[in-house]
């Protein structure tokens, strides 16, 4: 008697993986925008991701700005190159930055000694785990500070030296740091594919 057997999942690729951690930091710093009123609300609009209601920007310029940093993003996450990703947003009259977001960019180790293929995290996981990260990062409003300031945000790439780095977009800049002794850090969740693996943290200008 013949029997049959369920196609085994596919392993996510390299490609695969890239894009959906470009997607989530597209969806992210949108989120953090529209969060933190760095842009007005109605700027945005809501659009269905992973399960949930997301609101991302119809500004144009804003759009457009972001699509040319997750372009770059992209490439460099196809070669390992880029290693942590921060959204800062700082004050516009004073430019102390208020509050850093970090992602943290890790490639999955695979198991050299292992003669059994490991197993494959179904997207539906990895969309789950996704879906809890922007939760949180809505649910900060509170317990950060209220930000009663105009703000202007910047964004930075950590890479390895060897990273191919367009002169015409990109250039060293200051961290954007908040001094130690008035910072404070909140761990959020992390997420994973077969290849990458994100941790995220925000930290913020907290003035006792």
Do not use: C
């Not at 991302?56 to 310029?61: F, P």
């Not at 922007?134 to 300031?149: A, C, G, H, N, R």
């Not at 969740?189 to 943290?201: C, G, P, Q």
């Amino acid at each position: 008697m013949a029997t049959s057997q369920a196609p085994a999942r596919q392993a996510i690729t390299l490609k695969g993986s890239t894009n959906l951690v470009t997607e989530f930091f597209k969806y992210a710093a949108n989120t953090i925008l529209f969060q933190r009123g760095v842009y007005p609300s109605d700027d945005f609009y809501m659009v269905k991701k992973y399960g949930q209601t997301v609101l991302v920007t119809q500004d144009l310029a804003l759009e457009n700005y972001l699509d040319r940093i997750l372009m770059q993003v992209n490439k460099w996450l196809l070669t390992g190159s880029v290693t942590q990703l921060v959204l800062a947003i700082i004050s516009k009259d004073t430019r102390l930055p208020l509050e850093r977001w970090v992602f943290d960019i890790n490639l999955v180790d695979q198991p050299a000694d292992s003669t059994e293929p490991q197993p494959t995290k179904p997207e539906s996981e990895i969309q789950a785990e996704i879906r809890y990260i922007l939760k949180q990062i809505v649910s900060t409003v509170t317990f950060l500070p209220i930000i009663d300031t105009p703000t202007v945000f910047n964004i930075l790439a950590y890479t390895h030296d060897s990273a191919d780095v367009p002169a015409d977009e990109w250039v060293d800049t200051d961290p954007l740091a908040i001094e130690a002794s008035k910072s404070q850090q909140v761990k959020l969740r992390s997420f994973s594919t077969d290849v990458h693996r994100i941790e995220a943290m925000v930290a913020y200008r907290y003035d006792s």
